[in-house]
């Protein structure tokens, strides 16, 4: 049995993976004041720009996933991410009187915090689902432990993306074990595609300066790699395959210094925005 409970449907032997449970709540969590300090404005930005650089990326795939179901279901993801996104955003610019709006359309890239993990393209479906299967293990154990924050909207925040997360990431283990045990085609790509994003996971676990200013705000990204490998060793066990051994990539994305799809990412993201400032309809 996985380690990793779905339901099974009676004729695929690979289980579900639709995300029909997944509610798309897209309410806008901290209405009130914004983030306490520049610390904290900054790690909210930290959390929002993962966020919203993975569900940009993840509506790529709408109208083009290898299934209709998978259309509904990256879709669905994407805009639970763009609920923290915007959520995390809005609090990161209380603290100097920005929206959500301004710190998704008018920054640079340089003023961007994403990691590079998130920032990694599409690729194929392989891809997508190993840079899903990370991100997702990732958030999971992050937003689980951030429930605990002295910071009240932090902790709501946190409150409510645990359990869209815990979706997501039980889509990500599911399509793994789909692939690696679908032909000998689709075991390769899997294989090969977390080779490839394995490089891009340590960023997310590095201990910033930042962190020892927010006792009690923060959570120390280093203290989640623990439960996060324990994930992703479970499932590549499920799955036969071994954990990557690729040594880490210096990502930069913490400090403005970011993976080369990021501008165009933010190029189409940014543009309607920016050359029709103000517009409402």
């Known amino acids: 049995m996985s380690a990793f409970p779905h339901s099974t449907a ?6 579900d993976v639709t995300l029909d449970e997944v509610a798309l709540d897209a309410e806008l ?9 520049a610390d904290a404005a900054e790690y909210a930005l930290w959390l929002g720009d993962d966020a919203l650089v ?3 990326q993840l509506s790529g795939w709408v109208a083009r996933a290898p299934e209709l179901e998978e259309d509904v279901a990256l879709a669905n993801i ?5 609920g923290h996104a915007r959520s995390l955003l809005h609090h990161a610019g209380g603290f100097d009187g920005r929206t959500e709006d301004d710190l998704a359309y008018w920054r640079d890239e340089h003023e961007f915090r994403s990691s590079w993990l998130m920032e990694q393209p599409n690729g194929d479906f392989a891809h997508t689902i190993a840079r899903q299967l990370a991100a997702s293990a990732y958030m999971f154990e992050l937003y689980r432990a951030l429930t605990g924050s002295a910071d009240p ?10 359990k869209e997360v815990d979706y997501h990431r039980d889509h990500a283990v599911q399509w793994t074990l789909r692939l690696v045990g679908g032909t000998e085609e689709s075991r390769r790509r899997m294989t090969r ?5 394995w490089p891009y996971v340590d960023e997310l676990f ?3 300066e930042i962190i020892d200013r927010l006792e009690g705000v923060a959570v120390r990204p280093s203290l989640l790699r623990p439960g996060f490998d324990d994930t992703i060793a479970t499932v590549l066990a499920e799955a036969g395959m071994d954990v990557p051994g690729r040594e880490p990539a210096q990502g930069r994305g913490r400090s403005g210094g970011h993976f080369p799809t990021l501008g165009p990412l933010l190029a189409e993201m940014q543009v309607l925005a920016r050359q029709h400032p ?3 309809w």
């Open 206 to 208: 590095r201990d910033e």
């Open 153 to 162: 909207t932090l902790a709501a925040i946190a409150a409510k993306a645990v």
């Open 78 to 82: 994407a805009l639970d991410l763009l």
């Open 278 to 280: 103000g517009a409402t």
């Open 193 to 197: 595609a977390m080779d490839d994003v």
């Open 10 to 15: 009676a004729d695929d032997p690979h289980g």
């Open 29 to 37: 969590i901290g209405e009130g004041g914004g983030a306490g300090s």
């Open 54 to 56: 993975l569900s940009q």
